[in-house]
C-alpha cells in the first residue's frame, strides 16, 4: 500500500504516512445533529408562504386597480361592461382587492419572518394560515403544513430557542 499523497510505501496498520501526515484510514464521520421538525421545516414554509402571498398580490392587483375599470360606464368611451350590472360591483370589486392585497402582503411579511426566524412570525403564520384554509387546493395546503409545523405545543417551544432574540 502506497501514500496517494507522496508515494511512500505503508503498511496496512499504519493510519497515517510518515512522510507527510496524510491519514490513510477515513476518519470516522461525526454524527450529524439531530435536526427537529420545526428546523427542518420552517426554512420551507417561509418560501412557500411567499410564493403564494406573490400569486395573492397578483390577482388582488387585477381585482383592485384594473377590473373595476370594465364597469365603468366612461371606460372606452361610455361603452362600458355591460348596461346591466348594478353601479356598485366595479367598487365592491375594488374593495375585496385592497382586502387581498392587504392580506397578500401580511402573507409576504410572515414569509420573510419565518426565513429571518422572527419571534412574531409563527403566531402571524398560524392566524393567516387558519384563513387561507378556506381556499381550495394551494391555500388549503399551505394551511394544513403550516399548522402541522407551527401549532403543536413542542413545535412552540423549538421555535422559540431557534428564533432571533427580539
Not at 72 to 98: K, Q
Not at 130 to 151: E, S
Request: net charge positive; proline share 7%.
Amino acid at each position: 500500500m502506497f501514500c496517494d499523497k507522496c508515494g511512500t510505501s505503508l503498511n496496512d496498520t499504519q493510519a497515517y504516512c510518515p512522510s507527510c501526515g496524510k491519514p490513510m484510514k477515513g476518519a470516522p464521520p461525526s454524527p450529524a445533529p439531530a435536526q427537529s421538525r420545526v428546523t427542518g421545516h420552517v426554512r420551507l414554509l417561509g418560501i412557500f408562504w411567499l410564493a403564494y402571498s406573490a400569486i395573492q398580490l397578483m390577482g388582488s392587483w387585477f381585482l383592485a386597480s384594473i377590473f373595476p375599470r370594465f364597469f365603468d360606464s366612461r371606460f372606452l368611451g361610455g361603452w362600458g361592461w355591460s348596461p346591466h350590472i348594478p353601479f356598485f360591483v366595479g367598487g365592491l370589486l375594488r374593495a375585496v382587492g385592497w382586502l387581498l392585497l392587504a392580506r397578500g402582503l401580511l402573507g409576504v411579511i410572515a414569509g420573510w419572518g419565518l426565513l429571518d426566524r422572527q419571534p412574531w412570525a409563527r403566531i402571524l403564520a398560524i392566524v393567516l394560515a387558519v384563513f387561507t384554509l378556506l381556499h381550495l387546493v394551494l391555500g388549503t395546503a399551505l394551511g394544513v403544513y403550516t399548522l402541522w409545523v407551527l401549532l403543536p405545543g413542542e413545535s412552540e417551544r423549538e421555535y422559540r430557542q431557534m428564533a432571533r432574540p427580539a
